[in-house]
C-alpha cells in the first residue's frame, strides 16, 4: 500500500497502528485530529509537513512541551506501522485515510468533524461508492420479518441498489446473503473482528467476487463490543443514499431502536419502517416519524423522489453495479488538501 504524507500522519497520528499494549502513547481522539487540523489549515499547510518538520512546526502550531512530546512519539513509529500495514495487506486488509479518494464521500460529507479518520476494509472499495439502501432489524425475527427482509432486498438487488447493513446475526445476515444470492452486492460496517471474519469460507468467495465490503473503524483484531455495534449504526445509515428499511424493531429499546432514533433525529437518510402493526418498535418508529413502507411495484428509487430526496443522474442498468458515481467525487474532498478534509 502507497500512502502520501498526509494519509501516513492521520494513520500515525490518529490509529493504534504499530502500537502495542505495553506502549505508553494513545493516538489522537476525534477531537485532538480536529484541533490539529485547524491550526494546520490556519497557517495554511499541509498535516504531512509534520513528518519532516516536527520540531519547529509544532512550535508554530502552539503545543505545549508535553504534547509536543506525545506527537513525536507517534509520529517516530513508522517502521512499526509499515511492517504491520504490509502484514494486514497480506491478510487481505486495507487501510484508507479521509485524504483518499477512495474514502466513502457520505461519511465525510456527513459526520464532517466526527468523521473516522481510518477505515480498515476487505474487497472492493469501490462498492462503497454506489447507491444503495439500508436494511436493520432485530437479531432475533420471526417468519414474517425474514420473508419481508427477503423480499426487500430481492426488489433492491433487482433495481441495482447496494445493500447496507452491519453484519450481525438476524436481519443483517439474512439480507446479505439475500443480496448474494440474487446477485447484489453489499456493504458491511462490522461491530467485530474483521480479522476473523475474513477467514471464513463463503466471506472469502463473496470478497474475491467483490459482492462484499466489509469495513471497520477499528484495528482488526478486536472484537465485538456494543459500543461498536451502536457507534456503527451510523455509518450504515449514512453511506443508504436511498433510504434506510427498519424491518422489524423492538420497543425503545436495543441496538436498532436506538439506531433509526438517531437518524430520525439527524435525517443522514430517509427512515422507512415496515408498516407491520404486529411490532411494537415498527409502530412506535411510525409515531416518530418514520415512513411506513409495504413493497409494492413501485420503485425504491421513484420512492425516494416522491418523499422529497431527488436522484441527480441516471443510473446505468446494463450491469449489476455500474452505476454512475451521484457523489461528484470530482467536485468534493477527496485529495491532498486539508483545506477539504471537512469543510
Known amino acids: 500500500m502507497q500512502f502520501s504524507d498526509n494519509e501516513m500522519t492521520a494513520i500515525l497520528l490518529c490509529s493504534y497502528i504499530g502500537i502495542n499494549k ?14 490539529f487540523l485547524d491550526r494546520i489549515i490556519d497557517m495554511k499547510l499541509e498535516p504531512g509537513l509534520i513528518l519532516n518538520e516536527e520540531n519547529e512546526l509544532l512550535n508554530q502550531l502552539g503545543y505545549e512541551a508535553n504534547e509536543r512530546e506525545r506527537i513525536k512519539k507517534l509520529v517516530s513509529r513508522g517502521g512499526a506501522v509499515a511492517l504491520e500495514l504490509d502484514s494486514l495487506m497480506n491478510k487481505g486488509i486495507q487501510v484508507v ?13 456527513k459526520l464532517e468533524r466526527k468523521t473516522p479518520q481510518v477505515l480498515f476494509y476487505s474487497g472492493d472499495i469501490e462498492l462503497a461508492k454506489k447507491m444503495g439502501i ?5 437479531r432475533n425475527v420471526d417468519e414474517a420479518g425474514i420473508d419481508f427482509a427477503k423480499k426487500l432486498v430481492a426488489k433492491a438487488t433487482v433495481e441495482k441498489l447496494i445493500i447496507y447493513s452491519g453484519g450481525a446475526r438476524g436481519v443483517d445476515s439474512i439480507s446479505e446473503n439475500t443480496a448474494i444470492e440474487n446477485n447484489g452486492g453489499v456493504v458491511s460496517f462490522i461491530a467485530d473482528s474483521l480479522s476473523t471474519k475474513i477467514k471464513k469460507k463463503d466471506v472469502v468467495t463473496n470478497l474475491i467476487n467483490k459482492r462484499l465490503l466489509l469495513i471497520s473503524d477499528v484495528k482488526p483484531e478486536m472484537g465485538f463490543s456494543v459500543a461498536r455495534a451502536m457507534n456503527r449504526n451510523k455509518y450504515i445509515y449514512i453511506s443508504a443514499y436511498c433510504g434506510a428499511f427498519v424491518v422489524s424493531s423492538d420497543y425503545n429499546k436495543g441496538g436498532t431502536w436506538a439506531g433509526a432514533i438517531e437518524n430520525l433525529r439527524h435525517n443522514w437518510t430517509k427512515t422507512f419502517v415496515w408498516n407491520h402493526k404486529e411490532y411494537m418498535g415498527n409502530s412506535g418508529l411510525i409515531e416518530k416519524g418514520g415512513i411506513p413502507y409495504e413493497i409494492s411495484e413501485k420503485k425504491i428509487s421513484d420512492l425516494m423522489k416522491s418523499t422529497g430526496n431527488t436522484i441527480s443522474r441516471e443510473i446505468k442498468r446494463e450491469d449489476s453495479y455500474e452505476q454512475m458515481d451521484i457523489f461528484r467525487l470530482d467536485t468534493m474532498a477527496v485529495g491532498e488538501s486539508a483545506n477539504n478534509t471537512y469543510r
Do not use: H
Not at 505495553?22 to 484541533?35: A, Y
Not at 474514502?103 to 460529507?109: D, T
Open 22 to 35: 505495553n506502549d505508553d502513547v494513545k493516538p489522537f481522539s476525534t477531537g485532538e485530529w480536529n484541533t
Open 134 to 138: 439500508a436494511v436493520v432489524g432485530s
Open 97 to 109: 485515510t479521509l485524504f483518499n479518494k477512495n474514502y466513502p464521500i457520505l461519511l465525510k460529507q
